[in-house]
């Protein structure tokens, strides 16, 4: 038989047809794979169960001490603040005046709820009924070393919780130093105020 053009045309137009209907069509069915590129693949997924090994797990553990890269913490005094039962007397730390106010708007998002922006002891937290922490005038917090500090932002102190998961080591030391100002504040005399801001005193 052959073909001409006119019997091709009905054929054309029902292509076309079937073609434009399906557009725009949501379909829950797989899709058909007439060509596989390379989605299937055999490859091992993470949390995949695995015969291999004895633990039947993909996911391996790393060797006892491996650190990613980057990641080393080895710096003692800076990353722990010294050992806890030895902590370090000085921020590591140089103190610059960015240091300080870097610690000041720390100090007043993590601790002034409890410790109060003086650092005496009655933020909002407190007024409302949790447990006043002491003052950090207390003699005994004024000579407390600064890795100790450190390490109770860190670790948390009996009643008071940890923040070492939400501030960075580089964060806690620049609240450390802030934390000494706020001590030294308490001390000073008309002496250590410079004679640009004595005019706003009264
Ligand atoms: C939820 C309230 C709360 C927050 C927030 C808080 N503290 Fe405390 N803090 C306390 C309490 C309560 C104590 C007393 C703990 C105790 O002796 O049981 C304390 C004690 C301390 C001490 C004395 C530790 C000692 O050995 O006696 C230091 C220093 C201190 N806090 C620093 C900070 C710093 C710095 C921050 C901010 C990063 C902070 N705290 C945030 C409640 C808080």
């Keep these: 038989m052959k073909l001409t053009i006119r019997a091709l045309v009905p054929a054309a137009l029902i292509g076309t047809a079937l073609l434009l209907g399906c557009r725009g069509q949501v379909s829950r069915e ?3 794979w007439i060509k596989h ?3 299937f ?3 091992y997924l993470a949390f995949q169960e695995n015969g291999f090994f004895a633990d039947g797990r993909n996911m391996r553990t790393p060797p006892a001490g491996t650190v990613a890269q980057g ?5 003692d005094g800076f990353w722990r603040g010294g050992d806890s039962a030895h902590p370090i007397a000085k921020n590591p730390v140089p103190i610059t005046d960015s240091l300080l106010h870097r610690g000041q708007e720390r100090f007043d998002i993590y601790c002034a709820p409890c410790h109060g922006r003086t650092g005496v002891g009655n933020g909002m937290v407190v007024q409302r009924g949790f447990m006043p922490p002491p003052s950090y005038f207390d003699p005994r917090l004024m000579t407390m070393p600064d890795g100790q500090i450190f390490q109770t932002i860190s670790n948390g102190v009996r009643n008071m919780p940890s923040y070492g998961k939400q501030i960075p080591e580089a964060d806690r030391w620049a609240i450390v130093a802030y934390v000494r100002a706020l001590q030294r504040s308490q001390s000073a005399t008309m002496a250590d105020v410079p004679d640009s801001a004595k005019a706003n005193l009264r």
Excluded at 71 to 75: N, Q, R, S, T
């Design 41 to 43: 693949q055999p490859k």
């Design 71 to 75: 990641l080393l913490k080895e710096d």
């Design 37 to 39: 590129g390379m989605e």
């Design 30 to 32: 797989p899709p058909m």
